[in-house]
Each structure stands twice: as C-alpha cells, then as structure tokens.
C-alpha cells in the first residue's frame, strides 16, 4: 500500500559528506513524522533525527551541527544532508514516516524503508 525507498547511502573518506533521500510513494494521503534511524550490527536501531510534517526538527546529540534533516511535502521525500561524517557514523541508515493512507476509514500506520549502507572509512 505503501512502499518507502531510500537513496544516496555509499563509501565515503571521513570528512566527507553524502546526502540521503527518502521517497514514499503509494495510496498516501498525508504523512506526519518523518523520521532517519540507523543500526550497527549487535546494536539496536537508534534515532538519528526527525522532522514533523510542519518542519519542527531534533536531532541526537551525536549528529548535532553536521546532520541535517528536511522534506518536500509535495513529493513525500524526507533527506538527510550528512556532512563531517567520522567512521562511527558507519551504519544501515533507515527512513520511517507516520503515514495516513488508503481510503475511509484510513489507515495510520509507522512504514520503513528497506535501508541504505553509509560507510566512512579512510
């Protein structure tokens, strides 16, 4: 019903930067929070930053000054601009949007995308 498809992960040296894109596409009729997580493996999924639909932001500490979170409501994309990456910024970066879709009654529902490597690494 809903599909979410992440773009822009890669290799990159530290210091650099990369820019991630997230599009939803589907039997949407409105998201709410948009949201990027990432995972390391034998760690849990944490929150890296997020962004309502009206464009309030917050960020984890650890990102704070070098990441930046945006959207495009009219094409259901939420980016994350990456910049300063440090080789612990290495992961699988997810999306998650809060998404009303369907027809009445609609649905809500949490949908994430199926996830982008991002590795810093000299």
């Known amino acids: 019903q809903v599909q979410l498809v992440e773009s822009g992960g890669g290799s990159v040296q530290p210091g650099g930067s990369l820019r991630l894109s997230c599009a939803a596409s589907?039997?949407?009729?409105?998201?709410?929070?948009m949201n990027w997580y990432r995972q390391v493996p034998g760690k849990q999924r944490e929150l890296v930053a997020g962004?309502?639909?009206?464009?309030?932001?917050n960020y984890a500490d650890s990102v704070k000054g070098r990441f930046t979170i945006s959207r495009d409501n009219d094409k259901n994309t939420v980016y994350l601009q990456m910049n300063s990456l440090k080789p612990e910024d290495t992961a699988v970066y997810y999306c998650?949007?809060?998404?009303?879709?369907?027809?009445?009654?609609?649905?809500?529902?949490?949908?994430w995308g199926q996830g982008t490597q991002v590795t810093v690494s000299s």
């Open positions: 589907g039997s949407i009729i409105r998201i709410n929070a």
């Open positions: 998650k949007a809060g998404v009303i879709a369907g027809r009445f009654p609609y649905s809500v529902d949490d949908y």
């Open positions: 962004i309502t639909r009206g464009g309030t932001t």
